[in-house]
């Protein structure tokens, strides 16, 4: 669609105010959806998560439901200090993906030294993208996160939480990035979202009056260690560690110096280790230092002690250095290696001694690059912390189950100083929005909100019960993260934001302050017009909580505003992305569960996939990505829209292919085609808005009853899925099948379409179906959909029109198996004359006789394969002389009948008579069709059964 018709449709939706929700008699829908941080421009990836929620709200407002659809912009937050502190500096990384991945011109990329004009420049830009896009938002209640009225929300909201015992105060593990000065949750990061932070046991190993660490999660195996694995590639450092001297790796310090008190004291090069020995302070064994070049001096300490009887990974490393005589003869280990053997540790029922040997074997694991070897380790790791018992021989422990005795053991060890703690990413890397990669800090004085409150969760529960989820199987992970979730950090020294009221040095973090914003829009166009100051936690406690007490605001208006407020609310759907359930939209279900009453808690939730670029994860920094407005400059909005919807379901990843964007736009190329074709074959000058009063003239032919019978089970289905989300079926019921009956439909009325006979009629039907495909498609392709309901004559504008509505009168299982008849009949002879090779001047069709259709009504009476039954029946009944033949059909239709749709008897001759043309179009021969066998050369008349006719070709 060229851009000057989406703007003219833009200018009259606008004028219109089509899209302005306002509380009336209607009975309202409210739908949101995640609403963007505009630290950088829109991408396909969020075409697809904003698309999704406007064919809702326009399929929704067509069904004649009050749809509120807002809109607003969260710039909360530290990323985007972070990108303005580079860009004063000139980083060119980060100058090179604003200029040439989000393509900001270089007098505007001058100004995003300012964070807050960073984020006004996007989310003016995100606006006018989506406006181009044709999403149906009522943009008077747009706001920033950052605006005065917002913030004094968020106030009353944490006030609301601490004033119930959710919010504590306490020390705590956080992602934090150094650059922004700053913790970091899920929605401040370019890459790491959803990677947990896991507690980690350092153990200690004693060499010429220092430490090697190494970290593990596993302490109990440290009886089972046989050497130490250091990185020789890598760089080592010696520092100062609570009065010890510690060897960690360099990366391994910038992670731990923000968790302990550490100095540097030199750099050591690991090579002159390798070969030495250092003391196990727990077992009292000695142990050799070894090579590695998979030991990754970003994780834990960038030491690793090896458990080659119970690790997979380490068996294998040790026996590729084994067969390593190049390196075993650079460091002299041939003699330490060749004496080192696996020891137990564990007793896993199922294995011998040495499980890590068993499950290599098992699995045919060559070598260290096998892509199963850590399958292998999760497995055996998994097994031996569920089921496995330290072995007999192991001190103190022994018989007890690993799963008790591990934090016992790290306890105990810590307790005694042969062990520390420490903290570390379960996956790296970790990657802010400013582009620095994060670290595991200990936050002191940190605010937290207690999502590890039982009753707290056990409420949250009762509130997620009772919602509507899609899919269905996420729910089991809502049930999850709502017992795996732990205290959260809520605050932040450095960012934009609402600061905490009674610790103004805190700042709200970005997760805690998009909760229950939800709210926040049924009122948003009256707050714009109140003096921030006059918006006090009793206003806001009014409104919401019904609850008494002085208010600034006028009591006219406060009614005004709460009624606005108890008429939308609660929110019927939330919709956002899957890798936002551990966070995001568990929060939002505590915090409605916290703070509302049970009716005005949430009732649904679609959780969206991901999305692919050309089978690629896309990726802004990686510069992996198509920008949503060069899509739009490149193929039009109703094109992105429909290939968005069509590609995948909205819980499934989606993957852009440049190929099929292109196949999705003659697609719809083909149906403006098509709508120009039915205005030429109407008689007189096409009028959509007449076209339901004139549908009075009685079809006689089965092919048009067919159609639309086509047409309404294309609109039943399409509004089935709609009504559950699934955005794929809907498109491919209401485009691509559809498409596929009206072609098959030209097909069958091709030999007579010009005959003045029928053209009344056929131009009765495809009007018909062209007047509900426009309103069907509406949603998915409102600008092609507003032009063709204008230009042939529709009411006002398509979407204010009433969605098509399934009629069941239309649907007659006789007419639909009568052109199932026809169909397989096609596909028959195409193979007949396939296996003979012939092409015939004459077909002839064979009916079956009446008594076969008797035989087959007496079949669907005994319900099930009898044939006994069956053959006495039709004797009984003297249906047919031959018994022989009885029992051949008999048997042939007892294999048959179960496969068979029985709709009754059809007057098979008047069907193919009707069809005589297009059977002798598509096989290109003259079509016979006999009631009685009086010529069968070849006896093939025997073979007719009902619903199947039988072929003879001359």
Same mark, same amino acid.
């Given at each position: 669609?060229?851009?000057?018709?989406?703007?003219?449709?833009?200018?009259?939706?606008?004028?219109?105010?089509?899209?302005?929700?306002?509380?009336?008699?209607?009975?309202?829908?409210?739908?949101?959806?995640?609403?963007?941080?505009?630290?950088?421009?829109?991408?396909?990836?969020?075409?697809?998560?904003?698309?999704?929620?406007?064919?809702?709200?326009?399929?929704?407002?067509?069904?004649?439901?009050?749809?509120?659809?807002?809109?607003?912009?969260?710039?909360?937050?530290?990323?985007?200090?972070?990108?303005?502190?580079?860009?004063?500096?000139?980083?060119?990384?980060?100058?090179?993906?604003?200029?040439?991945?989000?393509?900001?011109?270089?007098?505007?990329?001058?100004?995003?030294?300012?964070?807050?004009?960073?984020?006004?420049?996007?989310?003016?830009?995100?606006?006018?993208?989506?406006?181009?896009? *044709?999403?149906?938002?009522?943009?008077?209640?747009?706001?920033?996160?950052?605006?005065?009225?917002?913030?004094?929300?968020?106030?009353?909201?944490?006030?609301?939480?601490?004033?119930?015992?959710?919010?504590?105060?306490?020390?705590?593990?956080?992602?934090?990035?150094?650059?922004?000065?700053?913790?970091?949750?899920?929605?401040?990061?370019?890459?790491?979202?959803?990677?947990?932070?896991?507690?980690?046991?350092?153990?200690?190993?004693?060499?010429?009056?220092?430490?090697?660490?190494?970290?593990?999660?596993?302490?109990?195996?440290?009886?089972?260690? %046989?050497?130490?694995?250091?990185?020789?590639?890598?760089?080592?450092?010696?520092?100062?560690?609570?009065?010890?001297?510690?060897?960690?790796?360099?990366?391994?310090?910038?992670?731990?110096?923000?968790?302990?008190?550490?100095?540097?004291?030199?750099?050591?090069?690991?090579?002159?280790?390798?070969?030495?020995?250092?003391?196990?302070?727990? %077992?009292?064994?000695?142990?050799?230092?070894?090579?590695?070049?998979?030991?990754?001096?970003?994780?834990?300490?960038?030491?690793?002690?090896?458990?080659?009887?119970?690790?997979?990974?380490?068996?294998?490393?040790?026996?590729?250095?084994?067969?390593?005589?190049?390196?075993?003869?650079?460091?002299?280990?041939?003699?330490?290696?060749?004496?080192?053997?696996?020891?137990?540790?564990?007793?896993?029922?199922?294995?011998?001694?040495?499980?890590?040997?068993?499950?290599?074997?098992?699995?045919?694991?060559?070598?260290?690059?096998?892509?199963?070897?850590?399958?292998?380790?999760?497995?055996?790791?998994?097994?031996?912390?569920?089921?496995?018992?330290?072995?007999?021989?192991?001190?103190?422990?022994?018989?007890?189950?690993?799963?008790?005795?591990?934090?016992?053991?790290?306890?105990?060890?810590? *307790?005694?100083?042969?062990?520390?703690?420490?903290?570390?990413?379960?996956?790296?890397?970790?990657?802010?929005?400013?582009?620095?990669?994060?670290?595991?800090?200990?936050?002191?004085?940190?605010?937290?909100?207690?999502?590890?409150?039982?009753?707290?969760?056990?409420?949250?529960?009762?509130?997620?019960?009772?919602?509507?989820?899609?899919?269905?199987?996420?729910?089991?992970?809502?049930?999850?993260?709502?017992?795996?979730?732990?205290?959260?950090?809520?605050?932040?020294?450095?960012?934009?934001? &609402?600061?905490?009221?009674?610790?103004?040095?805190?700042?709200?973090?970005?997760?805690?302050?998009?909760?229950?914003?939800?709210?926040?829009? &049924?009122?948003?166009?009256?707050?714009?017009?109140?003096?921030?100051?006059?918006?006090?936690?009793?206003?806001?406690?009014?409104?919401?909580?019904?609850?008494?007490?002085?208010?600034?605001?006028?009591?006219? $208006?406060?009614?005004?505003?709460?009624?606005?407020?108890?008429?939308?609310?609660?929110?019927?759907?939330?919709?956002?992305?899957?890798?936002?359930?551990?966070?995001?939209?568990?929060?939002?279900?505590?915090?409605?569960?916290?703070?509302?009453?049970?009716?005005?808690?949430?009732?649904?939730?679609?959780?969206? !996939?991901?999305?692919?670029?050309?089978?690629?994860?896309?990726?802004?920094?990686?510069?992996?990505?198509?920008?949503?407005?060069?899509?739009?400059?490149?193929?039009?909005?109703?094109?992105?829209?429909?290939?968005?919807?069509?590609?995948?379901?909205?819980?499934?990843?989606?993957?852009?292919?440049?190929?099929?964007?292109?196949?999705?736009?003659?697609?719809?190329?083909?149906?403006?085609?098509?709508?120009?074709?039915?205005?030429?074959?109407?008689?007189?000058?096409?009028?959509?808005?007449?076209? *339901?009063?004139?549908?009075?003239?009685?079809?006689?032919?089965?092919?048009?009853?067919?159609?639309? !019978?086509?047409?309404?089970?294309?609109?039943?289905?399409?509004?089935?899925?709609?009504?559950?989300?699934?955005?794929?079926?809907?498109?491919?019921?209401?485009?691509?099948?559809?498409?596929?009956?009206?072609?098959?439909?030209?097909?069958?009325?091709?030999?007579?379409?010009?005959?003045?006979?029928?053209?009344?009629?056929?131009?009765?039907?495809?009007?018909?179906?062209?007047?509900?495909?426009?309103?069907?498609?509406?949603?998915?392709?409102?600008?092609?959909?507003?032009?063709?309901?204008?230009?042939?004559? !529709?009411?006002?504008?398509?979407?204010?029109?009433?969605?098509?509505?399934?009629?069941?009168?239309?649907?007659?299982?006789?007419?639909?198996?009568?052109?199932?008849?026809?169909?397989?009949?096609?596909?028959?002879?195409?193979?007949?004359?396939?296996?003979?090779?012939?092409?015939?001047?004459?077909?002839?069709?064979?009916?079956?006789?009446?008594?076969?259709?008797?035989?087959?009504?007496?079949?669907?009476?005994?319900?099930?394969?009898?044939?006994?039954?069956?053959?006495?029946?039709?004797?009984?009944?003297?249906?047919?002389?031959?018994?022989?033949?009885?029992?051949?059909?008999?048997?042939?239709?007892?294999?048959?009948?179960?496969?068979?749709?029985?709709?009754?008897?059809?007057?098979?001759?008047?069907? $193919?008579?009707?069809?005589?043309?297009?059977?002798?179009?598509? &096989?290109?021969?003259?079509?016979?069709?006999?009631?009685?066998?009086?010529?069968?050369?070849?006896?093939?008349?025997?073979?007719?059964?009902?619903?199947?006719?039988?072929?003879?070709?001359?």
């Amino acid at each position: 669609m060229k851009s000057n018709v989406e703007s003219k449709w833009q200018e009259r939706w606008k004028k219109s105010k089509i899209f302005h929700s306002n509380p009336d008699e209607r009975e309202k829908l409210f739908l949101t959806v995640a609403y963007p941080y505009p630290s950088g421009a829109m991408h396909i990836g969020h075409g697809r998560t904003y698309t999704v929620p406007d064919v809702y709200a326009r399929f929704k407002r067509m069904q004649g439901y009050n749809v509120l659809f807002p809109m607003g912009w969260h710039v909360t937050g530290a990323p985007v200090i972070g990108i303005a502190r580079r860009i004063q500096r000139q980083d060119p990384w980060t100058l090179d993906i604003y200029k040439n991945i989000h393509k900001v011109p270089e007098e505007e990329l001058k100004k995003f030294t300012n964070p807050e004009y960073i984020v006004e420049y996007f989310s003016s830009e995100y606006h006018q993208v989506m406006e181009k896009m *044709g999403y149906s938002i009522d943009w008077r209640r747009e706001f920033r996160t950052t605006d005065p009225a917002y913030k004094k929300f968020i106030e009353w909201q944490i006030r609301q939480l601490k004033s119930k015992g959710r919010v504590r105060r306490g020390a705590h593990p956080v992602k934090y990035c150094g650059e922004c000065e700053n913790p970091v949750g899920d929605h401040d990061l370019l890459e790491g979202e959803g990677v947990s932070i896991n507690e980690l046991t350092l153990l200690k190993f004693e060499i010429d009056g220092f430490y090697l660490v190494p970290a593990t999660f596993r302490p109990e195996t440290i009886y089972g260690a %046989t050497n130490l694995w250091l990185n020789p590639e890598s760089n080592y450092v010696k520092v100062m560690a609570d009065g010890e001297k510690w060897l960690i790796s360099k990366e391994a310090y910038d992670n731990l110096s923000h968790q302990k008190n550490l100095e540097i004291l030199e750099e050591v090069d690991p090579r002159p280790l390798i070969g030495r020995m250092v003391k196990n302070i727990v %077992t009292g064994e000695e142990h050799p230092i070894l090579p590695a070049s998979f030991v990754d001096p970003e994780y834990g300490s960038g030491v690793v002690f090896s458990v080659p009887g119970h690790a997979p990974a380490d068996y294998m490393a040790l026996h590729d250095l084994k067969n390593n005589s190049e390196l075993l003869k650079e460091y002299q280990l041939e003699e330490i290696v060749k004496n080192l053997q696996p020891i137990n540790v564990i007793t896993l029922k199922g294995y011998g001694k040495f499980p890590a040997q068993e499950i290599i074997e098992k699995m045919g694991i060559k070598n260290q690059k096998d892509p199963h070897l850590q399958e292998a380790t999760n497995e055996l790791y998994k097994q031996e912390h569920t089921r496995g018992v330290m072995s007999e021989h192991i001190p103190i422990y022994s018989g007890q189950k690993v799963s008790l005795i591990r934090e016992t053991i790290s306890s105990s060890l810590k *307790g005694e100083k042969k062990a520390s703690l420490m903290y570390d990413f379960a996956e790296r890397p970790v990657i802010c929005r400013c582009g620095n990669r994060c670290v595991v800090k200990i936050m002191e004085d940190q605010w937290f909100i207690t999502y590890s409150d039982e009753e707290w969760k056990k409420n949250t529960r009762d509130t997620l019960e009772k919602m509507k989820i899609i899919p269905s199987e996420v729910r089991a992970n809502f049930n999850y993260y709502i017992g795996w979730l732990h205290d959260w950090a809520c605050s932040r020294r450095i960012g934009l934001g &609402t600061r905490i009221p009674w610790d103004p040095q805190w700042i709200i973090e970005p997760l805690t302050d998009s909760t229950i914003y939800m709210s926040y829009y &049924t009122i948003a166009p009256y707050l714009n017009k109140i003096d921030p100051d006059d918006l006090d936690d009793e206003f806001f406690s009014r409104v919401f909580l019904d609850e008494p007490g002085p208010v600034k605001v006028e009591e006219g $208006l406060i009614k005004q505003i709460k009624d606005e407020f108890n008429y939308y609310y609660p929110l019927d759907w939330r919709l956002s992305a899957k890798d936002l359930i551990g966070n995001h939209l568990t929060f939002h279900i505590f915090h409605h569960t916290a703070i509302f009453p049970e009716d005005k808690r949430p009732q649904g939730i679609v959780v969206f !996939g991901m999305g692919l670029l050309e089978g690629n994860k896309m990726s802004s920094s990686k510069g992996n990505v198509v920008l949503l407005e060069d899509a739009l400059t490149r193929h039009g909005a109703d094109v992105v829209r429909l290939f968005l919807m069509s590609s995948a379901e909205p819980w499934q990843d989606f993957d852009w292919r440049e190929k099929e964007v292109k196949g999705t736009r003659r697609r719809l190329e083909w149906f403006v085609e098509f709508a120009k074709k039915v205005n030429t074959l109407h008689q007189e000058s096409l009028l959509l808005k007449d076209v *339901g009063n004139n549908s009075s003239i009685p079809l006689e032919s089965f092919i048009n009853k067919w159609m639309l !019978g086509q047409l309404h089970l294309r609109i039943k289905d399409a509004t089935e899925a709609l009504e559950g989300f699934q955005t794929r079926k809907a498109v491919q019921d209401s485009l691509f099948l559809l498409k596929k009956d009206v072609d098959h439909y030209f097909h069958r009325i091709h030999s007579y379409q010009d005959d003045e006979k029928y053209q009344e009629e056929i131009s009765q039907v495809l009007s018909l179906v062209l007047e509900s495909w426009i309103r069907l498609l509406s949603p998915f392709t409102p600008y092609t959909c507003e032009e063709l309901w204008e230009e042939y004559g !529709g009411e006002g504008l398509v979407s204010e029109a009433p969605w098509p509505v399934y009629d069941p009168g239309f649907i007659d299982e006789k007419i639909q198996k009568a052109e199932e008849i026809i169909q397989d009949l096609v596909n028959d002879i195409t193979e007949i004359k396939k296996i003979v090779g012939v092409d015939p001047e004459k077909i002839h069709i064979y009916l079956a006789p009446s008594w076969k259709w008797e035989v087959f009504d007496i079949a669907i009476e005994v319900g099930r394969p009898d044939i006994g039954r069956i053959i006495g029946q039709t004797i009984q009944k003297k249906l047919h002389d031959d018994k022989k033949e009885i029992a051949e059909f008999a048997q042939k239709i007892s294999r048959e009948i179960t496969r068979v749709n029985y709709v009754g008897h059809l007057e098979e001759y008047k069907i $193919l008579s009707d069809a005589r043309d297009y059977l002798q179009k598509v &096989t290109e021969a003259e079509i016979v069709i006999h009631q009685d066998a009086d010529y069968d050369p070849e006896n093939k008349a025997r073979n007719a059964l009902p619903y199947k006719p039988a072929i003879f070709l001359e």
